[in-house]
């Protein structure tokens, strides 16, 4: 019993595997990566908004501010990138959408922040940092970020 729980331990310690959340709540709505797309549910009933249908993999959301962080991957897991939809739309670039992230460091987690903002834990060649962005923005470091 001892030895197995050693194992769970270690692979939940040492595993470098996305612990994110797929759906996160956005304005009145709610934010949600299904089957490699980013969809928008509004307050009424009715079919979800598609927000996002390209080619890179939705990975991570995160309610922040007023909207959401979304982080993609490419197929190669060899490159991240990270937007900040303030309107829950076109979380992929566009409009007032921000891209606060690029870059080769993998995404351990991201989540919404307990008082502002949001925190991303990114992870490179086995060594982790946290940074916590307060307003949304530089998920990897700079600005206002605060790294951990």
Request: proline content about 4%; glycine content about 14%.
């Amino acid at each position: 019993m001892c030895r197995k729980l050693m194992i769970i331990i270690f692979i939940l310690v040492c595993s470098s595997t996305v612990y994110s959340a797929t759906t996160a709540s956005c304005g009145s709505g709610t934010v949600r990566i299904s089957g490699g797309d980013v969809y928008y549910y509004g307050d009424s009933e009715g079919d979800p908004l598609p927000v996002y249908g390209g080619e890179h993999k939705p990975i991570a959301v995160a309610s922040c501010g007023t909207g959401v962080v979304t982080v993609f991957e490419n197929n190669k897991h060899l490159i991240h990138w990270a937007y900040y939809s303030p309107d829950c739309l076109k979380t992929g670039g566009g409009g007032d959408t921000k891209q606060v992230y690029d870059g080769d460091h993998e995404l351990v987690s991201l989540s919404k922040h307990p008082d502002k903002g949001v925190v991303a834990r990114w992870e490179k060649k086995g060594k982790a940092q946290s940074y916590h962005s307060p307003d949304c923005l530089n998920v990897g470091g700079g600005g206002k970020t605060v790294r951990y």
